[in-house]
């Protein structure tokens, strides 16, 4: 069985500190993708950043750091220097293409709040 | 690109009435899903489409929801009759393909309050 696990469900922080969000996941799968969405007040899903089983590499894109670990099934996200715009629901997701549907499962998401 | 659109957004009835909901998907986009979002809760999957075919609805309350794909572009989500417990947000989401490889794209959802 397939499965998402956000622990935390609400980080609140002040503007400019650093916060990371944790996920780890469960699969039977040996190839699969991991995700990260964005929620933001408005309600639409954002897709952040997709990362396959096979790609251990770190990934930074600005503020944003994604640290990926098979060994402890954790795929976790990091922002640097927050902001108030970054305040939002945030999912981890995790789909696995060589399951008879290739859905993606979501964890509970983690809602962050940056104060000002 | 235009996004994946949704209608209505808003939606308030009282139970044991009917709603529906309308997608239009990517164009181009094979594979469309909807999800049910519950306050405070991930989006979890109520049905998946390939084209016009479903491949998976094992999580559809098939006693009162109801989905279609006819035409293998736009889709449908009956509820009928509508429970207290089924207030949430219906979100729609294509992709490319049915590769797990392939991003989702959704919509800004329909939220539905049930009286």
């Known amino acids: 069985a397939q499965k998402v696990t956000q622990a935390q469900t609400e980080i609140s922080v002040v503007e400019k500190e650093d916060v990371t969000l944790d996920c780890v996941y469960e699969?039977?799968?040996?190839?699969?993708?991991l995700f990260w969405y964005k929620q933001p007040p408005s309600g639409e899903l954002v897709f952040l950043i997709r990362?396959?089983?096979?790609?251990?590499q770190n990934e930074i894109s600005g503020r944003y750091s994604w640290n990926f670990q098979k060994s402890t099934s954790s795929f976790n996200f990091t922002i640097t220097a927050s902001q108030v715009v970054d305040s939002a629901v945030y999912f981890c997701?995790?789909?696995?293409?060589?399951?008879?549907?290739?859905?993606?499962?979501f964890g509970s998401g983690t809602r962050l709040s940056i104060r000002p | 690109e235009a996004g994946v659109a949704q209608s209505p957004r808003y939606k308030i009835i009282e139970k044991r009435q009917s709603v529906a909901f309308w997608c239009n998907p990517i164009?181009?986009?094979?594979?469309l899903y909807w999800y049910q979002q519950i306050l405070g809760q991930g989006p979890k999957l109520l049905i998946q489409?390939?084209?016009?075919?479903?491949?998976?609805d094992s999580q559809l309350p098939k006693d009162r929801f109801s989905a279609e794909r006819l035409k293998g572009v736009d889709s449908t989500l009956k509820i009928q009759p509508a429970k207290l417990e089924d207030s949430a947000v219906y979100l729609c989401?294509?992709?490319?393909?049915?590769?797990?490889?392939?991003?989702?794209?959704f919509g800004a959802g329909s939220r539905l309050t049930v009286l």
């Open positions: 989401a294509s992709r490319y393909s049915n590769s797990g490889a392939n991003v989702l794209t």
């Open positions: 699969t039977r799968d040996t190839t699969y993708y």
């Open positions: 990362r396959n089983s096979f790609d251990e």
């Open positions: 997701a995790l789909s696995a293409p060589y399951s008879s549907a290739s859905k993606i499962i």
């Open positions: 164009s181009g986009h094979a594979t």
């Open positions: 489409f390939q084209n016009n075919g479903v491949v998976d």
